[in-house]
Each structure stands twice: as structure tokens, then as C-alpha cells.
């Protein structure tokens, strides 16, 4: 078992070391439950991301050259390292972000998932053998790392979206610098000497904390990073999307979301309300994925409430340390001030609120869950990412109705619907514009399978082969034979 794993000091891993940022820069990192200082992360720049980024450029040759089955052991032992430390993980992770110490143990194990998954995928970057039509030539094609990545990650899920990125870059023979969030920097750290302490050859992984401006715009940049993945808001999306195409650099997105659930009436209801407290309370629902939008057909649409406020009730709002805890708080002042607002919104447009009022202080640091009836789609929790536990209940008749509403949006990230009709779950999916659709199920993410959105929800796929895609060149070989 390694020591201080989650301990300070927190340093910038560059090139197999540990370093502080230029003058020992740093900034504090706190505890959204009660505002405590629970460490203090590098505030890095631009030379220390393009010192990490000469590092991962030296670390590539040897690197790409490895066998898919010598970077897959490498992996496997992240992983071990992962479960092994998986309750010192929780911890931190809840600390850093508040999240149910419950749902920060499935964190830990999701991201040893992803690593066996992908460990075991880089070994199938299976090119191909493509029939010539003269008999003097052959014609492959073969698949190769793309080069230096540079991957930046959100806070919601701050373990397991930065380690997904950086396993599938490895997997793929990428070396890479990733930035994690400004909130949840010291889980990215954690992350990072789990790769030194699994023997990982220097620069093949860096790790870089601070100003995300100055980060942001070496790695765009700088022509030696090939490929950015990114996992973030919808905006900041489009602006690396578009300091991208100075240099044509490789991009995948995955951006905002405003999932809609939709509960038809001849849905089990009882798994649609289990189904619906499972995706919207997750982490406060602070997530992409999250239902945004809940739309019940009219004719169950008073008991479909009934039931989902006995759920609700039942939600227990808190530190995220305590076990009991199934909603922690809200991540910073800037996540709950959207919060205040869409919920003044909604009332001033003639929402009916049941609720209790957020909590924690003043400003507040707890949002309790709240059901809104009367919704009208001028609401701005109609229009907005909501990224909290507000849940708008809106009636609809037909199935073409709502299958225009819910598309009625510049997102398209994940949809769900509950049905037991074979012949509806079929044309719905089919007509909704979301590139993960739940059907009958609120918890489709899984790491064999591809995620990512459609619109403004971003480009690119993460998970499956596809994920391994996005990370690998296709190059097309024409080889001329000599006549017999």
C-alpha cells in the first residue's frame, strides 16, 4: 500500500517528477460542505504545461513503440493500485466535490473498470487487408497513435472522466498532460502518483494544476500536442473547438446536456420513478447526464407525482463524509447562484415549487431536491442546463408531441424513456436527437460502450473502440510488387 497517496504536498508530475509551479504559486482547495481548506494545489502556467508537453513528446517514440500488451500490464497495475486504495480515493473525492461518499466508492470502482477495459482494447487496434484490384499490389491499413494528447476534465467526476481520458490515450500508445479542474485538482494528483508508483516510464503521463486560460492555451497552441479531449460546458467547448482549427489539431468534445425523461403511460412505473431518482439525484445532479427535462404522459401524470414525491421525501441532504448522506452539496457559490436563479425563474413564471429552501449558510451550500409543477418551456430550467436536484414534472399527450419537445433544444446529449410498448421504444429512439438514449434504463454509461453527444453536446466518442478511435491515426499503405 502506498503512503500519502491522498496527502500533501500536492506537486506538478512532470516528466516523472515532482515539481512546485514556477515560485511556489499555488491555490487553496476547499471542502463545498462547510468551506474548510483541505489543501493547497501548483498554480501552473504556461511554461509548466510546455515543459509537461516536452516531456510527453520525448516519452512518445518509446512509448508508441511498446506492445499493446506491455501498456496493458502497465494499466492492469493502475487498476489493482485504484482498488486497492479505493476507500482513501472516496474520501478525498468527497472532500474535494462533496459527492455521496457512496457514490464516490462506485467512482473508484468505475474508474478501475474503465482501465480493465481499456488495458484489454489496446490490444485490438486491429487494421485491415483490403482486396487489390491488380494482382501487383497490396493494399493495408494500419492504425497508429496520434502523438501527444492533452486532455482537460471537469470536476463532477473527478476521478473517473480524467482517468478514462488518459487509460484510453495510454491504451491507444499516446503520452499525454492532462489538467484537471480547478476545484478538484488533488484527486487528479492522487490520480497521477497511482501512474508513478505502477512504474510508468517518465513523460509518458504529466499532470499539470492552475490557471486554466494559460493551460488551455499552450496545449492549443503548442503543434506538438496532436489530439485534445475535453469534458466540459458547452461554451468553453466552442472556444477550443476553435483555436483548434488554427492548427487542424485533433478534438473530441464532450459538452453540456438537457436530458429529457420521458414516462409513457403504459410505462412499469415504479422502475421509471426508481429510474428517474437514480439519473437526476447522482451527485447532487451535478451531471451531463442527468434528466433535465421530465415529461409524463397526462393520463398517469398525478400518480406518476404522487410517487416520485414519496421518493423524494425519502432523500436524506448532508455532509457527503456522513454515509447516510444521498445529496451533498453544491460544488461552489457559481453552481448554486444557477441554481437560485432558474428556481426564481420558474416562480415568477408560475411554477408551483414543492421543496424545503437551500441550507448551509449565506450563501447557501445545500440545495434540498425540488419537484416544479406548472412548467412552461419559456422556464429557463427548460432552456438551460440545470447541473442541480431540480426536477421540472411536465405533462404531454401524444408521442409526437414530446418527442418534439424533448428535441426542441441545442443539446443532444442523453435522452430516456420508459415504455413497455416494443414498437414505441423502437420509433422513439430512432426519432429522438441524442447520442445515448436510455430505453428503460437510467444508467446506460458503461466503458465498453460509446458516449458522446450530438448539436452543441459536442464531437467525438468516448468509451468502446470508438473511444480508442478518437486517439489513433488511420494510414493507408499501397505496396507495388515486383512480377514474379
Known amino acids: 500500500m502506498m503512503e500519502n497517496l491522498t496527502q500533501g504536498p500536492y506537486q506538478l508530475y512532470i516528466g516523472g517528477e515532482w515539481q512546485p509551479a514556477r515560485g511556489d504559486a499555488a491555490f487553496p482547495v476547499h471542502n463545498p460542505a462547510d468551506g474548510t481548506e483541505i489543501g493547497w494545489a501548483p498554480e501552473a502556467g504556461r511554461d509548466e504545461t510546455r515543459a509537461a508537453i516536452d516531456a510527453a513528446a520525448r516519452a512518445f517514440p518509446a512509448w508508441a513503440a511498446r506492445s499493446a500488451h506491455d501498456r496493458a500490464a502497465l494499466l492492469l497495475q493502475v487498476r489493482d493500485l485504484l482498488l486497492q486504495h479505493r476507500g482513501e480515493l472516496a474520501r478525498l473525492i468527497t472532500r474535494e466535490m462533496g459527492k455521496p461518499i457512496r457514490e464516490s466508492r462506485a467512482e473508484v470502482t468505475t474508474t478501475a ?11 485490438r487496434t486491429y487494421g485491415e487487408t483490403v482486396p487489390a484490384h491488380v494482382p501487383e499490389k497490396r493494399i493495408l491499413v494500419i492504425k497508429q497513435p496520434v502523438g501527444v494528447a492533452g486532455v482537460i476534465t471537469p470536476w463532477n467526476m473527478p476521478l473517473s472522466i480524467i482517468g478514462r481520458k488518459i487509460a484510453t490515450a495510454l491504451a491507444a500508445g499516446c503520452t499525454v498532460v492532462a489538467k484537471p479542474a480547478e ?45 485534445i479531449s475535453f469534458t466540459g460546458s458547452t461554451e468553453v467547448g466552442k472556444l477550443l473547438m476553435r483555436k483548434a482549427a488554427d492548427q487542424v489539431k485533433r478534438i473530441s468534445l464532450e459538452l453540456g446536456g438537457h436530458a429529457p425523461f420521458i414516462v ?64 451533498g452539496p453544491i460544488v461552489d457559490q457559481q453552481g448554486m447562484q444557477k441554481l437560485l436563479v432558474q428556481l426564481a425563474d420558474a416562480r415568477s413564471r408560475g411554477a408551483e415549487v414543492y421543496g424545503a429552501a437551500p441550507f448551509g449558510g449565506d450563501p447557501p451550500r445545500f440545495f434540498p431536491p425540488m419537484l416544479l409543477t406548472r412548467v412552461t418551456p419559456d422556464m429557463l430550467v427548460c432552456r438551460e442546463e440545470t447541473f442541480g436536484p431540480i426536477v421540472p414534472l411536465i405533462p404531454f399527450d401524444s408521442e409526437a408531441e414530446v418527442i418534439r419537445t424533448a428535441n426542441d433544444t441545442r443539446y443532444g446529449l442523453v435522452a430516456y424513456y420508459y415504455t413497455r410498448d416494443l414498437d414505441r421504444s423502437i420509433r422513439v429512439a430512432e426519432a429522438l436527437e441524442y447520442g445515448v438514449i436510455g430505453v428503460n434504463d437510467a444508467m446506460p454509461t458503461v466503458a465498453h460502450a460509446p458516449f458522446g453527444g450530438l448539436k452543441e453536446s459536442g464531437i467525438g466518442k468516448e468509451g468502446g473502440h470508438q473511444g480508442l478511435a478518437e486517439f489513433l491515426d488511420e494510414k493507408y499503405l499501397s505496396i507495388g510488387l515486383g512480377k514474379a
Open 113 to 123: 473498470d474503465i482501465m480493465t477495459w481499456y488495458a484489454e482494447e489496446g490490444k
Open 183 to 227: 476545484q478538484t485538482p488533488l484527486t487528479g494528483i492522487a490520480l497521477a502518483r497511482l501512474y508513478h508508483a505502477a512504474g510508468f516510464p517518465p513523460g509518458v503521463v504529466n499532470l499539470v494544476t492552475g490557471n486554466p486560460a494559460e493551460i488551455g492555451a499552450e496545449l492549443l497552441e503548442n503543434p506538438t500536442v496532436r489530439k
Open 264 to 327: 409513457f403511460a403504459d410505462a412499469d412505473l415504479d422502475a421509471a420513478v426508481a429510474g428517474l431518482m437514480a439519473t437526476k439525484f447522482r451527485n447532487a445532479g451535478q451531471t451531463c447526464s442527468c434528466a433535465n427535462r421530465v415529461y409524463v404522459q397526462r393520463p398517469i401524470f398525478d400518480l406518476f407525482q404522487d410517487k416520485l414525491t414519496v421518493a423524494m421525501a425519502r432523500l436524506w441532504v448532508g455532509d457527503g463524509l456522513d454515509e447516510q448522506t444521498d445529496i
